[in-house]
């Protein structure tokens, strides 16, 4: 069957122009969705490092069923209790046995997968204890894969072949962030980075950030688990809190100097009554809010309704034929060189790759790209970037240098 390639003037405007309220929410690494993600693709990536270092080449895997139970703490200013720690449970499906030359050789799948899930939350946060089950218990539950789906996956050679997509499913992507976007993603970024926590110790990693805009007058809310053992009374809250603000407005007036930027933390906080977001680990997984895989940011870390989105969960699919996974991003991957190749001619670009089960996944059902022009530019100019942009991205070496990426955790998946 023949590729099809669609390549279009866009019938919408830009996002910069829309009269409508642009609304942009980006979970943090510390939100108990983000963790499951960041879990989930550790587990995946721990798995094909393994298969190919063992056995000289990938074996069919999917680990993108992940939960986060919530435990019971009791926080209060200078320390606290937890009551009843949260629980994580990894799921999927992984091939744990291989016969070689008659020896049947087993795979150490939960081993791996536990391994993984603690190194994510050790890494992420500061104020868990993982050496013991106080704070946090791991648990896994992942068996072998269904025949037809190990079927597609085996049909495609580690490094050779092009592999054959494992499902018809499609993913999308644009270029560039709006400023919006880019004020969502960044902030989150600035409050969760070792200089800043450094600076400000109480401010935990479970972080939010939404962001909605009305013309030029951008609002940014944030909300962030603070740790107690940092804080002795309201004042010190207080202070901290307003910490996290002054860097938010501060990262603002630099990165999006020509919007007028407010910024407001713990908007549900009740200083009066002592209602506060306290916490003793630094998310508020540790007193009932849960997590789960695919529920938080899309493949290019954020949660944008004003787009088009997948509701595809990419973290934890393999990286070798899972299309949910490998579509997203490269449709991503796709529109950012098309903007950028278009040096000024191109103001957005917008991909949406389908694929079809069994099919190679260098040939999608559907490959359609959707661009906007710069004034006074000719659309033929740009339409010819788009579609050398599209075939390069698309050939075998470029989507076995993905694969690559995506095992060593080069490349931003939630």
């Known amino acids: 069957?023949?590729?099809?390639?669609?390549?279009?003037?866009?019938?919408?405007?830009?996002?910069?122009?829309?009269?409508?309220?642009?609304?942009?929410?980006?979970?943090?690494?510390?939100?108990?969705?983000s963790v499951c993600d960041a879990a989930a693709d550790a587990c995946s990536r721990a798995l094909c490092k393994y298969y190919f270092e063992t056995f000289g080449r990938y074996y069919h895997h999917n680990v993108d069923k992940a939960a986060l139970v919530g435990g019971i703490s009791k926080p209060e200013f200078g320390g606290g209790?937890?009551?009843?720690?949260?629980?994580?449970?990894?799921?999927?499906?992984?091939?744990?046995?291989?016969?070689?030359?008659?020896?049947?050789?087993?795979?150490?799948?939960?081993?791996?997968?536990?391994?993984?899930?603690?190194?994510?939350?050790g890494n992420v946060f500061r104020n868990i204890d993982i050496t013991s089950n106080h704070h946090i218990q791991f648990d896994y539950a992942v068996r072998p894969g269904s025949i037809d789906l190990t079927g597609v996956f085996e049909e495609s050679d580690a490094k050779e072949q092009v592999p054959?997509?494992?499902?018809?499913?499609?993913?999308?992507?644009?270029?560039?962030?709006?400023?919006?976007?880019?004020?969502?993603?960044?902030?989150?970024?600035?409050?969760?980075?070792?200089?800043?926590?450094?600076?400000?110790?109480?401010?935990?990693?479970?972080?939010?950030?939404?962001?909605?805009?009305?013309?030029?007058?951008?609002?940014?809310?944030?909300?962030?688990?603070?740790?107690?053992?940092?804080?002795?009374?309201?004042?010190?809250?207080?202070n901290y809190t307003n910490q996290m603000k002054d860097a938010v407005l501060d990262l603002a007036a630099k990165i999006i100097p020509e919007k007028n930027c407010s910024c407001s933390v713990n908007v549900g906080d009740n200083i009066e009554r002592g209602i506060l977001y306290l916490t003793i680990t630094g998310t508020s997984a540790e007193a009932g809010d849960d997590g789960e895989v695919g529920r938080g940011n899309r493949s290019n870390g954020l949660i944008t309704p004003c787009r088009t989105m997948s509701l595809e969960a990419v973290c934890g699919k393999n990286p070798i034929n899972h299309v949910g996974k490998i579509y997203n991003v490269l449709s991503t991957e796709i529109a950012r060189e098309i903007y950028e190749r278009g040096q000024g001619d191109i103001v957005e670009a917008h991909v949406k790759l389908l694929s079809q089960i069994g099919r190679p996944i260098t040939d999608p059902w559907i490959n359609s790209i959707s661009l906007i022009p710069a004034d006074n530019v000719n659309f033929s100019s740009i339409s010819k970037i788009a579609e050398e942009v599209s075939e390069e991205k698309l050939s075998k070496e470029k989507l076995i240098d993905l694969r690559e990426r995506l095992i060593a955790g080069k490349v931003q998946v939630f």
């Open 81 to 121: 209790i937890i009551l009843e720690p949260e629980y994580f449970l990894i799921v999927g499906r992984a091939i744990n046995q291989i016969l070689r030359e008659n020896k049947l050789e087993y795979i150490p799948v939960a081993t791996i997968c536990l391994d993984a899930c603690r190194q994510v939350v």
């Open 1 to 33: 069957m023949k590729i099809v390639l669609k390549i279009d003037k866009a019938k919408f405007d830009p996002i910069e122009l829309s009269d409508f309220p642009e609304i942009v929410e980006r979970k943090g690494v510390g939100h108990p969705d």
């Open 164 to 238: 054959l997509a494992n499902d018809t499913s499609f993913g999308v992507g644009y270029a560039p962030y709006s400023d919006v976007e880019k004020i969502a993603l960044e902030a989150e970024r600035l409050l969760n980075s070792d200089a800043f926590k450094d600076k400000c110790p109480a401010s935990g990693e479970d972080i939010k950030v939404m962001v909605q805009r009305v013309n030029k007058d951008v609002d940014i809310t944030v909300c962030g688990a603070m740790v107690t053992k940092y804080i002795n009374n309201k004042d010190d809250y207080v």
